[in-house]
């Protein structure tokens, strides 16, 4: 049977507009929505208890990292469903795939670099001097008693320039704030949010860890970010699109840190950048 030129025109220009459509529809949900999360249409995120920065209050995940968590997860249509976590239970977490995400104040470092992806920075977190006598510089630590915690990016540097005098190192903030209060300590080196969380009101002066050279973490201070599995770079790129509009075109992480006490000027991160 023959058929007419013009049936044959029409049917070719409709199967051409259906593709298009079709390629349309396809590119706005690869947008839109990342595929690549362990259950369609959810962020499963690993939570760890870390005030002012982070926490649980029921399925909500509290501190500016919960707010800022909740506004890329909005932008890429995926509900949260936060999980619980030790903080060094999180990297096997995602190396196992149980978790999307992970986030909780964490540091950019070279080391962990090495075996999970980091999103850009979310913002800066600085150390600081806690200590009934204003303590502000640091050459007056030399000569008391100086104490941080385990692992934090100072204490090598903190330690140079102590000499002869040992820097006291605690496993928590707990233990730090325990013996400062217990007067067994002048003066504690504890970031700047978590300072402030645990010191107000306690008639301590906390001053930012001024700049000094002898002090990698004071001149370049720490960039917070979120952590994903190494081979899940699509969430992480989509991830990226969102925190780099969060700061260019909007006031949430800024209002985040404002709400937790925290120093809104540390949203301004800089270029990306490893400890």
């Excluded at 950019?108 to 200590?131: Q, W």
């Excluded at 002066?205 to 002898?214: G, M």
Aim: hydrophobic residues 35%; neutral net charge.
């Amino acid at each position: 049977m023959k058929t007419s030129r013009r049936f044959r025109h029409w049917t070719t220009t409709l199967l051409s507009v259906v593709t298009v459509v079709g390629l349309m529809v396809t590119g706005c949900s690869q947008s839109s929505t990342p595929k690549q999360t362990i259950e369609t249409g959810t962020l499963t995120v690993g939570v760890p208890t870390f005030p002012p920065f982070i926490g649980l209050d029921g399925d909500t995940i509290t501190g500016p990292d919960g707010a800022i968590i909740r506004a890329i997860a909005e932008r890429l249509h995926l509900k949260i469903k936060p999980v619980s976590y030790e903080f060094s239970a999180l990297i096997p977490a995602l190396q196992q795939n149980r978790i999307d995400v992970a986030l909780g104040s964490m540091f950019r470092t070279t080391e962990r670099a090495k075996v999970i992806n980091f999103s850009d920075p979310l913002y800066l977190e600085p150390g600081s001097l806690v200590s009934k006598t204003n303590v502000q510089t640091v050459d007056e630590l030399v000569g008391k008693r100086v104490g941080t915690v385990q692992g934090y990016n100072w204490v090598d540097d903190v330690q140079k320039i102590l000499g002869d005098q040992k820097l006291a190192t605690y496993p928590s903030s707990t233990e730090l704030k325990q013996d400062l209060e217990a007067g067994r300590l002048d003066v504690a080196i504890e970031s700047d949010g978590t300072s402030r969380y645990l010191y107000k009101d306690e008639g301590y002066q906390i001053n930012k860890l001024p700049k000094d050279e002898r002090i990698q973490a004071a001149i370049h201070p720490g960039q917070t970010a979120l952590l994903f599995n190494q081979k899940n770079t699509a969430l992480r790129d989509s991830a990226n699109v969102q925190i780099q509009d969060l700061h260019k075109n909007t006031t949430v992480i800024q209002d985040a840190l404002s709400a937790a006490g925290l120093d809104p000027a540390a949203e301004k991160v800089g270029d990306p950048s490893y400890l």
